[in-house]
């Protein structure tokens, strides 16, 4: 049995996962060690106007870059990694760009438009994020693609450390919700910097000289699905993401947007620490296994399977005692927030353990149809909302219908993708 865990441990998967999953447990011990004394300095409100901030910024990060920076780990030689980080670059650029002049001539409209007054000046840091999140995306994806998981686990630690540092330290003097919104804001460009510092010869890796406009224009061609399809499905995906908090907000107020965002900031810990953890190895591994002709339906199916059996006790404990742990850990006045969370919990469980198959599509070619799926997914989750605002008036009953639909969807979605990883296999 000894030699067995040995071995388990040898292989370079298992060593990959532990390296990032040591950084990402470390990080979250860090916010779980400062938690208490952040949600006592600041209360549900500042919460509150820091996850209007954060659902507005959800939708528009992940595609800063219209998803070309997911494409870096694919392609079988680096020269055409380099094209795709360049195009990256370029492209969030002209999108921040284009985001600045709207805001310059609607800023009123949208703020009306979304009632989003607390958070109204904030808007214009929207830009910034935009470039700190590309850069972050592409030197994320870099190090995955040349497996240095060990910068990764040290600066995920590190920037935990600045952040939640500065929050104690800046609530003491003014511990309003302005202060979150602009440390989350730098702690994207913190994050991205140590990245690429911490990354070897990041600065020459993306010197592309072999790499004229033909060839940018070839490879723009060549991945085009990210931004046609894939980069709309994570739109859609952000949006249902951040409904719930600009609902919640237009509804029942900022509180209850707190309640939320500290509730779903608990947990995606869990996904945090293993679900990305494994993704990020996981990517590439399966890159190379379809590459070289494998069967990836196996690989796809023991991974969630795994997952499954790492996330049932901790969701599981959130379910079973949410209020009171809440209560417990951040205050009587958060224990509302652990009824949000034992909802959430069945949801972000499924989440959780779908991380495998959302890594599968863009290998099996299933990005039209994740769009199309996830179109859906949005709608059928809008719906649960309206219901539960509009029939029942209760804040509680419409996070739990919300919930439901995604559990249903999640285990549709880890269905569908098994049957076409085997499809797959068999036609390759």
């Known amino acids: 049995m000894r030699n067995k865990v040995k071995n388990l441990f040898k292989k370079p998967f298992v060593r990959n996962v532990l390296i990032i999953s040591t950084g990402t447990a470390a990080a979250q011990a860090i916010t779980m060690l400062f938690a208490p004394f952040i949600t006592r300095i600041y209360g549900p409100e500042a919460f509150g106007m820091l996850g209007v901030f954060t659902a507005i910024v959800a939708v528009i990060a992940p595609v800063a870059a219209l998803t070309y920076p997911i494409a870096i780990v694919l392609p079988k030689n680096d020269g055409e990694a380099k094209g795709l980080i360049k195009i990256s670059l370029y492209v969030s650029a002209i999108i921040a760009l284009i985001v600045a002049l709207v805001l310059l001539f609607f800023h009123n409209s949208i703020v009306h438009l979304l ?28 190090l995955i693609r040349t497996k ?9 630690f590190m920037n935990a450390l600045i952040l939640n540092v500065a929050k104690v330290g800046l609530g003491w003097y003014n511990p309003v919700g302005a202060v979150l919104v602009i440390l989350t804001t730098l702690g994207t460009a913190v994050n991205a910097i140590m990245l690429i510092l911490g990354s070897k010869n990041f600065k020459d890796k993306i010197e592309v000289s072999s790499t004229n406009i033909l060839t940018i224009k070839e490879l723009v061609k060549k991945y085009r699905d990210f931004p046609l399809y894939r ?85 599981g404990i959130v379910i079973a005692f949410g209020p009171w742990l809440f209560g417990l850990v951040f205050g009587s006045e958060w224990i509302l927030a652990g009824e949000y969370a034992r909802w959430l919990a069945f949801w972000l469980f499924f989440m959780f353990i779908n991380k ?44 739990a219908l919300y919930s439901l639909i995604g559990v249903f969807a999640y285990i549709y979605l880890i269905l569908w993708v098994l049957k076409s990883s085997k499809s797959y296999s068999k036609r390759y």
Do not use: C, H
């Not at 907000?249 to 996904?271: C, D, K």
């Open 115 to 142: 009632n989003i007054e607390e958070i109204a000046p904030f808007l214009y840091l929207i830009p910034l994020v935009i470039i700190f999140s590309a850069f972050l995306q592409v030197s994320e994806q870099w």
């Open 148 to 156: 240095q998981f060990g910068v990764t686990a040290k600066v995920t």
């Open 231 to 315: 980069s709309p499905q994570v739109f859609v995906n952000a949006i249902s993401q951040s409904l719930p908090v600009l609902l919640l907000t237009s509804f029942f107020g900022p509180v209850s947007a707190g309640f939320y965002t500290i509730s779903r900031t608990v947990l995606i810990m869990p996904i945090s620490l293993i679900g990305k953890s494994v993704g990020d190895v996981f990517y590439p591994k399966i890159t190379e296994a379809t590459n070289n002709g494998k069967n990836i339906s196996e690989m796809i199916l023991k991974a969630t399977l795994a997952l499954a059996v790492l996330g049932v006790i901790p969701f």
């Open 356 to 399: 495998p198959s959302v890594i599968a599509i863009p290998i099996l070619g299933l990005q039209k149809s994740f769009l199309v799926y996830e179109v859906i997914s949005i709608i059928a989750k809008i719906l649960a909302l309206i219901f539960g605002f509009f029939i029942f008036e209760n804040d509680v009953v419409a996070i």
